[in-house]
């Protein structure tokens, strides 16, 4: 995935192509630091360079190359803001969401399949593994997921007796 879900543009703001976005993410200020954003509708993108990124509390407001009136930012209303994956701060700590979907998922040495979705369920993070035995929700927690290597694109995990169907609990 070279391109990482940012926001999304909720409406215009003012009459010159400002616009308003829901930022997704915990620090709304990176926004500012961004040179360039993909905007995304079904299968149309566009590229535009940012001209002007304002933050006020949760709020961000962008103004993007060639969105100069408010009838273009009332056109993009909806779209979402992606940006490319190189202009993503790391993290001092752990991963980001995006970063572990498409990993292999291993116990011991047997491949369970690949991550292909984290959901939020307000408990703990569930991780959900697509592979030959079909489906598996594998609990984000310290005490299952015992390895992370985000570079080698892979998880080893400890699952719980039970959890796979047709296996024993003992």
């Known amino acids: 995935m070279d391109e990482v ?3 999304e543009v909720i409406k215009p703001h003012g009459v010159q ?3 308003k976005v829901y930022p997704i993410t915990d620090n709304p200020k990176r926004f500012k630091k961004l040179k360039e954003v993909i905007l995304v509708q079904n299968q149309e993108q566009r590229r535009l360079k940012v001209l002007d990124a304002k933050v006020h509390q949760l709020e961000v407001y962008l103004t993007l190359e060639g969105i100069n009136t408010r009838d273009k930012a009332e056109a993009i209303r909806g779209w979402a803001i992606k940006a ?4 993503v701060p790391p993290l001092k700590e752990g991963w980001y969401y995006f970063e572990l979907e498409g990993m292999q998922v291993y116990e011991r040495d047997a491949l369970l399949g690949t991550l292909t979705q984290v959901i939020q369920t307000g408990a703990n993070d569930v991780y959900l593994v697509k592979g030959d035995q079909g489906e598996i929700c594998v609990p984000a927690l310290k005490t299952v997921v015992k390895h992370v290597d ?3 694109k892979r998880m080893d995990v400890e699952l719980p007796p039970g959890l796979i169907d047709g296996e024993e609990i003992r």
């Not at 490319?84 to 202009?87: G, M, N, V």
């Open 5 to 7: 879900l940012i926001g």
């Open 150 to 152: 985000v570079a080698g």
């Open 17 to 19: 192509g400002e616009i």
């Open 84 to 87: 490319d994956r190189s202009e």
